[in-house]
């Protein structure tokens, strides 16, 4: 990928909005159409020739290393940086991660958004422009929720806009080809925001430092739980019918009917049982003759059923 084989993915966010999903596992531990996302995300990278990648851990970290491990059965070498007690953000995670990293150029992704931009261009692309920063971007076309960032007519970024916003900008999708400097010379172990502050720094201390790409790449950003429900049904191409995302280890009793639902791992629906539009947590055993429509279910830690409303 034009010379770009390392990788960080930003994997330590605690998922709030996604709760309560992430009361089970991290947000990039989450099963997509049967399969966690940050698997989809290191596949990804490995068919383009990243094989070095490093994951920031903080929240729920075992479910990550969990289906993760040395990264081997995917084609490439899997490391952690550890963020304790506190998370680091967008700038502080790469600083405390530059050793483990170890290449002058690498690529950062976020953990909790899937992508199909083209990664070998996003390469090439800053390769040719001597930017410290390139960042891929696409049309922002939810201005209401996102927030968008500013250019100067061509490709340089000449600053950042919050959600609400009126005027043209782009959205920044997560995809990123950075120079290690532009991290070196934070603080180790402090908090700091990428866009927000650092960036927003060296814009105003070298203009043309952070440099776009723009594409019309698709992304699918697993923000709640209603997106992480379309993104399920939309990678599963199951839109319209009613079979059901199962992961591994899913049991379900002849007798029962499960539809248009997303189960994970280590599930046993019983006899006569009816689940509908609902989302289950690992480890959860549907009781026999139990009805649920529109509900999370979640296993106690002392393995009592728990449900919380569906809300799509």
Request: one cysteine or more; charged letters at 20%.
């Amino acid at each position: 990928m034009n010379g770009v084989t390392h990788a960080l993915v930003l994997t330590a966010g605690l998922g709030t909005r996604l709760r309560p999903l992430t009361d089970v596992r991290a947000k990039p531990a989450i099963p997509v159409a049967g399969e966690p996302m940050i698997r989809r995300t290191t596949r990804w990278l490995s068919g383009c020739g990243v094989t070095d990648i490093v994951l920031n851990l903080h929240h729920r970290p075992e479910t990550i290393s969990g289906v993760m491990g040395d990264g081997s059965d995917l084609a490439t070498r899997i490391r952690y940086s550890w963020e304790q007690p506190r998370i680091l953000g967008t700038a502080g995670g790469p600083r405390q991660a530059l050793a483990i990293v170890g290449a002058r150029t690498f690529l950062i992704l976020n953990g909790d958004v899937l992508s199909d931009v083209d990664l070998i261009a996003l390469a090439t692309a800053h390769a040719s422009s001597g930017a410290r920063v390139t960042m891929a971007l696409v049309p922002n076309r939810e201005p209401q929720r996102y927030g968008g960032v500013r250019l100067d007519g061509g490709d340089g970024v000449i600053g950042f806009a919050p959600p609400g916003h009126e005027d043209r900008s782009y959205h920044f999708i997560g995809p990123q080809i950075v120079q290690s400097d532009v991290f070196a010379t934070l603080p180790a172990g402090q908090p700091a925001r990428s866009v927000g502050g650092l960036y927003d720094e060296m814009i105003a201390a070298d203009p043309g430092s952070i440099r776009a790409f723009v594409s019309d790449a698709a992304y699918w950003d697993v923000g709640t739980v209603a997106d992480y429900w379309s993104t399920s049904w939309s990678f599963a191409g199951r839109e319209q019918g009613a079979a059901p995302i199962a992961g591994t280890r899913v049991d379900i009793a002849q007798t029962a009917r499960v539809s248009r639902s997303i189960l994970w791992d280590d599930i046993e629906v019983s006899r006569d049982a009816v689940v509908e539009e609902c989302i289950v947590t690992d480890g959860v055993r549907v009781p026999a003759g139990a009805r649920y429509r529109r509900a999370i279910l979640l296993r106690e830690a002392d393995g009592a059923l728990r449900t919380a409303p569906l809300t799509l």
